[in-house]
């Protein structure tokens, strides 16, 4: 049995099944379901909020971070997807009527719900953390991580969410990064795209606050740790390489996600934490000891 699994295992079954609730990011235009770990009068002062990956595997990364930090108010909200057969386990509840839905993808780069252009996935994001201190006010310190497709949507979300005392960010085994300057650590001479958003700041859509230099000012003052599996590279099993992205824009960053995440972090200067033993999964990631020293602070 995988060591985080069993670590699951020790743990209350409450706090392995969830609560599942509910946050409105705007009046009248559709719900958020999470799940949650602790009840709205629990005495935890951390919050940990973890993005799944395109899968939509809310309750697997929702145990991934119980597991990670057993004494935090952990959520792990849940995108749902207007085509839930092409890109959602089975395992999770199918969007009901009243709920913000997002293509399979527009979610990871922010876009706005297909049933709630007012609101995006940014936006639905903010009014989770909104969430936290309203409902867990005691909590002094968010930490807000995402893994593989849910690791993208937080690295872009960093640039644009509005600065709060005690808001951290974890990004671990993205398949892309949101670069602020033009170079890469690959060739893009046949690759006009590769600055453009989602993959760069050029073309940000209109639906996003601010302008590009604003969004690398968010970015490089906040709080940011990286995460990488050190078996997160080629295409053995184990490393979702038939998920990854291949295109033109996303090759210019590397050819696997490791190699991607070493390059992204050492032109940002910042430092990445391998994890040994872990290819592209978020229990190992998330519950190993390196894992734990950035998501269990």
């Known amino acids: 049995m995988r060591r985080w699994l ?3 295992l020790t743990l ?5 099944a969830g609560q599942w609730l509910s946050v409105t990011p705007r009046p009248g235009a559709g719900e958020l379901h999470y799940y949650s770990s602790q009840p709205g009068n629990a005495q935890a002062t951390a919050a940990l909020v973890v993005v799944h990956g395109f899968p939509h595997d809310a309750l697997r990364t929702f145990r991934a971070g119980v597991v990670a930090n057993p004494g935090a108010v952990v959520l792990a909200p849940l ?8 890109c959602q386990r089975g395992d999770e509840p199918r969007a009901v009527p009243g709920e913000l839905v997002w293509t399979c993808s527009g979610w990871i780069q922010g876009e706005p719900a297909i049933n709630a252009p007012q609101v995006s996935a940014f936006a639905a994001m ?3 953390v909104a969430e936290v201190r309203h409902r867990w006010p005691q909590v002094r310190t968010i930490t807000v991580a995402g893994f593989s497709a849910g690791a993208q949507m937080v690295q872009h979300y960093v640039a644009f969410a509005a600065p709060q005392p005690g808001l951290r960010f974890v990004v671990a085994d993205p398949g892309t990064w949101l670069y602020f300057q033009a170079q890469r650590p690959y060739a893009v001479n046949d690759c006009p795209g590769a600055n453009q958003w989602k993959y760069g700041i050029e073309g940000l859509p209109a639906w996003l606050p601010g ?11 906040a709080e940011v740790h990286y995460l990488a599996g ?3 590279t080629g295409d053995a099993k ?26 992204f972090t050492q032109a940002l200067g910042q430092p990445l934490i391998e994890v040994p033993g872990c290819a592209h999964d978020v229990g190992c990631v998330f519950g190993s000891a390196q894992g734990r020293s950035v998501l269990a602070p």
């Open 6 to 8: 069993a670590l699951l």
């Open 12 to 16: 209350p079954a409450a706090a392995q």
């Open 126 to 128: 903010d009014a989770l």
């Open 238 to 263: 184990g490393t979702a390489y038939r998920l990854l992205d291949r295109s033109c824009a996303a090759m210019a960053q590397g050819p696997y996600r490791l190699e991607r995440a070493r390059a």
């Open 230 to 232: 050190s078996r997160d």
């Open 79 to 86: 995108f749902q997807a207007n085509d839930a057969d092409r």
């Open 211 to 221: 302008h590009a230099s604003e969004a690398w000012s968010r970015y490089a003052s």
